[in-house]
């Protein structure tokens, strides 16, 4: 059995870029800057994506492409007979979850495609969007047939392969998604009082940053690079001794500013222009968003292409979330892809059910104060990806000596020793720093903490 490789270096490059951007950039980014401070921000998003993001992201491509094996077999093989496994293990299950409500999520984009498309959110108030939002997510039939639409979209794609699937895809999705978010930025900047909106978000206002917001980038640092759940570590196996990895790291962590940057650009300046409040929260997509484009001239196409990318982005990313699963299972047995893929798939729908249902039917189940999908959103993203996240970032430097992550570093690449110096200790010491500190403010114990001492 041979190990499925990336066709081009483009290919690997569009696909792991597909994987970090999702709704990571594009749903969230824009609702954390507006609730964070805008500018301010997203200067100190920028610090920390570069100096404790992209040295994590480097790291689980280092021991992706040494062991050339899957999410488990990767830890299992560098740390034998111990239970460092586990990384791997925890990555799956965290992937299984967040694809049970995040194709919750692909649905209602779905959704609202085909509603823009049938004249349905035309003539509404900027209030009344707000309301059918509501009324859409709380109705059982058109959620759960939009989610299985979006989680078979995502089983084609990943049971043709690495090269036919997940690349070919990638490959036309995410210059798509460039080319439509231009498209939306060109016609944002046009609208009248849209400079309030750029200066909202490239203006920084450190008088506006809070220790909430700083602790909100640093947490979307990670999270917006796909990081903590060995998805990267999955994709890096499938690539040659050649493929620079810093460099390839590099390309990706500017993909990811430029979608976040190009989604503030895209929707900033129309909240401002009409007089709506950027810090709305994740409702921002789909109550205020239509708010925004409806009422400009053509308003209804720069919206359908807005629906298009963030559709696009959020399937690149279901993409890697499943392909994780599914190669952990196959063990590199292609002749097992089509069948895992579909059995994994209509699992992880079946599973999403109760979270598409916790706006209608179900809305009445509370645990711990939230429903089913919030519940499941903060488990895997204040405790399952940090955890992960953070078990990633002590075992490389612990698990495998210096000359051999310079040894696998240095294949492909001219990177020298200051860089690979540099690298290794904000991954050995900063980056574990800086995500138990995520961690703890994500379970509310830091304010503990700080205040013991």
Same mark, same amino acid.
């Given at each position: ?64 492409? &040494? ?55 035309? @003539? ?30 995502? =089983? ?30 060109? &016609? ?16 920084? #206002? ?21 990081? @903590? ?29 430029? !979608? ?27 109550? !205020? ?74 809305? #009445?189940?509370?645990?711990? #104060? ?6 499941? #959103? ?24 210096? &000359?051999?992550?310079?040894?696998? =570093? ?44």
């Amino acid at each position: 059995m041979s190990q499925e490789q990336w066709k081009s270096k483009l290919g690997f490059i569009f696909a792991a870029a597909g994987s970090a951007i999702g709704l990571g950039a594009i749903w969230k980014f824009p609702y954390v800057a507006g609730t964070g401070g805008g500018g301010a921000f997203f200067i100190v998003f920028l610090f920390f994506t570069f100096i404790l993001g992209a040295p994590l992201l480097l790291g689980e491509f280092v021991i992706g492409r &040494r062991t050339q094996g899957d999410a488990v077999t990767t830890y299992q093989n560098i740390a034998p007979n111990s239970l460092w496994g586990i990384i791997g293990k925890l990555g799956i299950v965290t992937c299984f979850i967040l694809l049970s409500f995040y194709s919750v999520v692909g649905g209602w984009i779905i959704i609202y495609l085909v509603e823009a498309i049938s004249g349905g959110l035309n @003539g509404l108030s900027p209030d009344q969007y707000g309301q059918i939002f509501s009324e859409t997510i709380a109705k059982p039939v058109p959620t759960l047939f939009a989610q299985l639409i979006f989680v078979l979209i995502t =089983i084609l794609v990943v049971a043709k392969g690495v090269q036919k699937g997940i690349e070919k895809a990638s490959k036309i999705m995410i210059p798509a998604l460039f080319l439509l978010f231009i498209l939306l930025v060109i &016609r944002s900047l046009t609208l009248d009082g849209s400079s309030e909106g750029i200066e909202f978000l490239l203006v920084p #206002d450190f008088t506006k940053l809070t220790s909430e917001s700083i602790l909100f980038a640093l947490g979307q640092a990670f999270f917006a690079l796909s990081l @903590g759940v060995s998805v990267m570590v999955t994709y890096a196996s499938y690539l040659p001794k050649t493929q620079n990895l810093p460099k390839s790291v590099f390309s990706i962590v500017i993909m990811n500013i430029m !979608v976040a940057l190009l989604a503030g650009l895209a929707i900033f300046p129309g909240v401002f222009s009409f007089d709506l409040e950027p810090n709305a929260g994740p409702v921002l997509i789909f109550a !205020v968003l239509p708010a925004v484009f409806l009422q400009m001239p053509f308003g209804i196409i720069f919206f359908i292409a807005f629906l298009l990318l963030f559709l696009f982005a959020a399937l690149t990313s279901a993409f890697s979330m499943i392909e994780i699963i599914v190669a952990s299972i196959i063990k590199k047995d292609s002749t097992k892809r089509k069948q895992y893929t579909w059995i994994i798939g209509i699992l992880i729908f079946i599973v999403g059910i109760p979270s598409c249902l916790s706006y209608g039917v179900l809305s #009445d189940v509370i645990l711990f #104060d939230k429903n089913i999908f919030d519940l499941l #959103d903060f488990i895997v993203s204040n405790v399952l990806m940090p955890l992960g996240a953070l078990l990633i970032s002590i075992f490389i430097p612990l698990k495998l000596s210096k &000359r051999d992550l310079y040894e696998e =570093i240095a294949h492909g690449s001219t990177s020298g020793k200051v860089f690979f110096n540099s690298w290794y200790y904000l991954l050995k010491y900063i980056t574990p720093i800086a995500i138990i500190i995520v961690f703890m403010d994500a379970l509310g114990l830091l304010d503990k903490v700080i205040s013991y001492f």
